[in-house]
C-alpha cells in the first residue's frame, strides 16, 4: 500500500459514498429496486436492535426506589417524548401505541445520525482490513457507516409514518369518512370542487412524506460530507510541504472538533424533529375537516 | 468540459450562499422575535425553547441539504462523465 500513490480529492470522496451493496459496484441507476445496500441495511437493524435491548434493559431494572444513573435518563427521555405526545395526539387509545413509536423513533434515528461523530475512515478501514483478508480487492470494500445518509433508510422510515398516518385516518374516520374527506377538504363539498379537493390531499401527502425523509437525509449527508472533507484536509497535511503541512493538520483538528460539537446538536435536533413530526402527521390524521 | 466544471462550481457556490442568505435571515427573525417573546414573558421560556429548536432544525434544514447537494456536485460530479 505505502508505494502506491493515494487516491485523489474526488476519488477518496466518491469512494465514502459508495453503498455496499448486492452488485458490488456503484449504483447506476437512481431507481433500481434490485439493489440492496448492505451497509446501510447492516447498521440500522443492528442499531434497533440494540436500541430495543438498551430500553429493554431499562425497563427490566427499573426500581421504584432511588433510580441509577442510567434509569434516571431513561425517565426522563420516556417522559419528554410522552409529554410532547400529550401535547399533540388528544386520544388516549392511540397515544398507548404512537408515544412508544416516538420514543422508539426517536432513539432509534439518534444512534444512527451517531455514527457520524466516528472517526470518518475507521469503520469503512476495518472493513477494507477483513475485505481484503478474504481475498477482495480492498479498492472495492465500500462501506458507509451512517444509516440515515441513505436516501432508501430515511424514505422507507417517512413511508413507515405515512402508512401509519393512512391507519389511522381509517380508524378513527373510519374508510367512507376518510374518503369523503379526501374528497372534500379543504375547499368544501361542492361536487365540482370534489377532483380539485383530491389532488391537493394526495399533493399534500406526498409532500409531508418526502419532506419528512429529505430533511434527515440532507443534514446528514450534508453533515457525512463536511467530515470527509476535515478529513481531506487532515490528510493533504502529508502532502503538503514547509508551513502548509503543520497548518493544515491544526485546521483539520480545529475544524473536526467544531464541527462535530456541532454535529451533536444537529444529530439530537434531527431526531427530534423526525420524532415531532411522525407525531404531528399521526395527531393530523386524528382530526377531521 | 471545462465550462461545466466552471458552471458547476459556480452553481455549488450560489446553492450555499442562497440558501445560507435565506437560513440566517430565517434564524435571525426567530431568534430575535424569541428574544423578544421571552423579554415580555419569561415564564414562558422553556416551552417556547422546544419550539423554537424545533423550528430552527426546520429552517436549517433547507439550506443544509442545498449544502449536501452543492457538496455533492464539487466531488463528485454527476454532470461530468469520469471515463
Known amino acids: 500500500m505505502a508505494t502506491e500513490a493515494g487516491p485523489t480529492a474526488s476519488e477518496y470522496i466518491v469512494h465514502h459514498l459508495t453503498h455496499l451493496n448486492t452488485t ?55 417522559e419528554m417524548v410522552s409529554n410532547q405526545a400529550k401535547g399533540i395526539i388528544h386520544r388516549e387509545e392511540s397515544r398507548r401505541f404512537v408515544a412508544p413509536l416516538a420514543l422508539t423513533v426517536f432513539v432509534w434515528i ?19 482490513a477483513i475485505y481484503g483478508a478474504a481475498g477482495g480487492d480492498p479498492h472495492h470494500a465500500y462501506q458507509r457507516v451512517v444509516p440515515t445518509a441513505d436516501l432508501n433508510v430515511t424514505l422507507g422510515l417517512s413511508i413507515g409514518v405515512l402508512l401509519i398516518c393512512l391507519w389511522y385516518n381509517v380508524k378513527i374516520k373510519g374508510f367512507g369518512g376518510w374518503v369523503h374527506e379526501l374528497f372534500s377538504a379543504p375547499f368544501g363539498k361542492h361536487p365540482l370542487l370534489a377532483p380539485i379537493n383530491f389532488l391537493m390531499q394526495i399533493i399534500e401527502f406526498a409532500a409531508k ?21 476535515i478529513a481531506l484536509m487532515g490528510g493533504a497535511w502529508v502532502a503538503g510541504s514547509g508551513i502548509s503541512g503543520p497548518l493544515l493538520w491544526i ?15 444537529i444529530i439530537t435536533l434531527q431526531a427530534f424533529i423526525f420524532m415531532m413530526l411522525t407525531l404531528v402527521y399521526i395527531g393530523q390524521a386524528h382530526e377531521s375537516h | 468540459m471545462e465550462n461545466v466544471l466552471g458552471f458547476v ?75
Open chain 1, 251 to 265: 485546521g483539520h483538528v480545529l475544524a473536526g472538533t467544531i464541527w462535530a460539537i456541532f454535529h451533536i446538536l
Open chain 1, 110 to 128: 439518534f444512534l444512527m445520525n451517531a455514527m457520524d461523530l466516528l472517526p470518518v475512515d475507521l469503520l469503512p478501514r476495518i472493513w477494507e
Open chain 1, 209 to 229: 412524506t418526502i419532506s419528512h425523509g429529505m430533511r434527515l437525509f440532507g443534514n446528514m449527508y450534508a453533515g457525512e460530507l463536511v467530515f470527509m472533507l
Open chain 1, 24 to 78: 458490488g459496484a456503484a449504483q447506476k441507476n437512481i431507481v433500481d429496486f434490485g439493489v440492496f445496500n448492505l451497509d446501510s441495511l447492516f447498521y440500522s437493524v443492528g442499531l434497533g436492535l440494540f436500541t430495543v435491548f438498551l430500553l429493554y434493559r431499562a425497563a427490566q431494572k427499573a426500581t421504584s426506589g432511588v433510580p441509577g444513573r442510567f434509569q434516571a435518563a431513561v425517565e426522563i427521555l420516556v
Open chain 2, 9 to 83: 462550481a459556480l452553481a455549488s457556490g450560489l446553492i450555499i450562499g442562497l440558501g445560507a442568505i435565506g437560513a440566517c435571515i430565517g434564524i435571525g427573525l426567530m431568534g430575535g422575535k424569541f428574544i423578544e417573546a421571552s423579554a415580555r414573558q419569561p415564564e414562558l421560556m422553556n416551552e417556547l425553547q422546544t419550539k423554537m429548536f424545533l423550528l430552527a432544525g426546520l429552517i436549517d434544514a433547507a439550506f443544509l441539504i442545498g449544502v449536501g447537494i452543492a457538496m455533492m456536485f464539487a466531488f463528485a460530479n454527476p454532470f461530468v462523465l469520469t471515463p
